[in-house]
């Protein structure tokens, strides 16, 4: 008998909240079984296993991205929205650096299975997309700019997350300025 609650979206906020608290790395259908009080074989009806469930993570990560990248741009334009997004998308490492951990680096071409967490992914780069638009850059320009941005957000996150930044320089002042650099790089 399914303990009372228990569903696939439970499931998935439970191992949400476990890898906020204590990492990827404790990630487990027994870790999330026992927050959810039941034995690891009752987790089985409702995700099918643990590569399932980390999609399911990875396609509700991707779509909590996009809504808070879609309101960090509200009403914003060219470089106001750009460095609004670099922000937004930066806190959320930061915030989150299990979740983001989960996320794939390719997430548009994932196997088949995986159909979902590559939908989400399309629907987080098209709010890029959308800002770039008003740089009137092509297809092939706007790609190259948010490989800039993506490369540019993910190495300084990650660096800060890590704990890579120890010099007592005020880091914001340094992500102002990789801001900076990235919207340089964009047509005037």
Known sequence: MP???????AVVDLALALVDEKGLDALSLAAVAERAGVASPSLYKHVGSLAVLRDLMSTRIMRKMTHTASAAALGLSRDDAVA????????????HPGW??????DPLHTPAESSEVAEAAMEFLQV???VLRGYGLDESQAVHAMRRLRAAVHGFAA????GGFGMAENIDVSYDQLIDMVTASLPR
């Open 100 to 105: 983001y951990a989960l996320l794939p680096l």
């Open 159 to 162: 660096l800060q997350s890590g």
């Open 128 to 130: 890029f997309i959308s």
């Open 84 to 95: 609004a997004l670099m922000r937004e998308y930066r806190a959320f490492v930061l915030a």
């Open 3 to 9: 303990k009372a609650g228990l569903n696939r979206d």
